[in-house]
């Protein structure tokens, strides 16, 4: 899917559909702060330009329901922009 961010650039980026397990997977790199093996992981999983894939790990949540850029508290849905600060968020629900 293509998705772009308010706060980021006016361009669209490709956004894999990613899997639950995946999810999971990253949302724990992005906690640990793993941020190479994050974007590693992603493009080897998809056949993706390295720019995409670093978007996709700099919009992801660290805790659901949070904004990445403001810490706005009250996100809802997968893939959000924040009312507030208006970044997108990749707000996952993970087992983590």
Same mark, same amino acid.
């Given at each position: 899917?293509?998705?772009?961010?308010?706060?980021?650039?006016?361009?669209?980026f490709?956004v894999?559909?990613?899997?639950?397990?995946?999810?999971?997977?990253?949302?724990?790199?992005?906690?640990?702060?793993?941020?190479?093996?994050?974007?590693?992981k992603?493009?080897?999983? @998809?056949?993706?330009e390295?720019?995409?894939a =670093?978007?996709?790990?700099?919009?992801i949540?660290? =805790? @659901?329901?949070?904004?990445n850029?403001?810490?706005?508290?009250?996100?809802?849905?997968? @893939?959000?922009?924040?009312?507030?600060? =208006?970044?997108l968020?990749?707000?996952?629900?993970?087992?983590?």
């Amino acid at each position: 899917m293509k998705l772009s961010c308010k706060k980021c650039s006016k361009r669209e980026f490709e956004v894999p559909n990613f899997t639950s397990e995946e999810k999971n997977i990253l949302s724990e790199l992005k906690a640990n702060n793993k941020l190479g093996k994050l974007i590693q992981k992603i493009e080897s999983l @998809y056949d993706i330009e390295s720019i995409d894939a =670093k978007f996709s790990f700099m919009h992801i949540n660290k =805790k @659901y329901g949070k904004c990445n850029r403001c810490n706005v508290d009250y996100l809802e849905g997968e @893939y959000v922009e924040c009312p507030k600060c =208006k970044a997108l968020n990749f707000n996952w629900k993970t087992e983590k």
